[in-house]
């Protein structure tokens, strides 16, 4: 059990369990899940895990869209997910590059629940990620997110090597640093106007976790 002690909440590691207990489903190649994997690789996790990640592709374009349109309001003062084939295009011709990974959260129903992705890879001496993602309505606050984020920091820290994870957040977007802080993610401080959301340079809170910290697995 971790426990996000100064929001006083625990987020139990049974209920969520993490990449040690992937079982791998219609994979070309096993891992790594880069940019460059042809096809749909699922992963799925035993126990009680009820997601299972997903490869984006074209495939998913419309029901991607539809679920952007439908999650408007969730979506509109945190984040700006691609809204058009255009940009949904685009989204997936970034995630080509090595410097990005993108994951579709699904539930065991196969429906889209939301979409995380780790953004500006750098290697080397740093060796770390930015995290971003969203929800889809309905699907949001059901622990689908908390579990898919278990499942990709697992992966980012065990099999990509990643060192370090850094989440920016609004300082009153609630809903994402009770995310984080449970998973076990530090607030470092704060940067002024430091993303543009929807048109706007925004203050972020810098969450962050260390590969030494993350014991979900
Ligand atoms: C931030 C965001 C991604 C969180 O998504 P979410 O779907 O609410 O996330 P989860 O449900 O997985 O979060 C865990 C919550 O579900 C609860 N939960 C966990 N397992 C659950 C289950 N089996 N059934 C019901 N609830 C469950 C957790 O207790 C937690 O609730 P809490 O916030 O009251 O502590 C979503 O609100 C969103 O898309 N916001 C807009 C975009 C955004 O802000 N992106 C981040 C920018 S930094």
Known sequence: MITGASAGRSFDCSRTPCVRNYLCFGARRAFPLGPTAVGMIRICLRKRMRIVLESPSHRRQDEFLRAVARSRNLHRRWASPP???AAFTEYLSRLKSAAHLGYFVRTDADELA???NINDIVRGKSLSGYLGYYAFVPHDGRGYMAEG???VI???FRVLKVHRLEANIQPHNTRSRRLVQGLGFRREGV????LKIAGRWCDHE???LAAENWSHD
């Open 83 to 85: 809204s058009t084939p």
């Open 114 to 116: 939301g979409v995380i």
């Open 149 to 151: 984020l278990c499942a």
């Open 154 to 156: 697992s992966r980012a």
């Open 191 to 194: 940067s002024p106007r430091y």
């Open 206 to 208: 810098r969450w962050a």
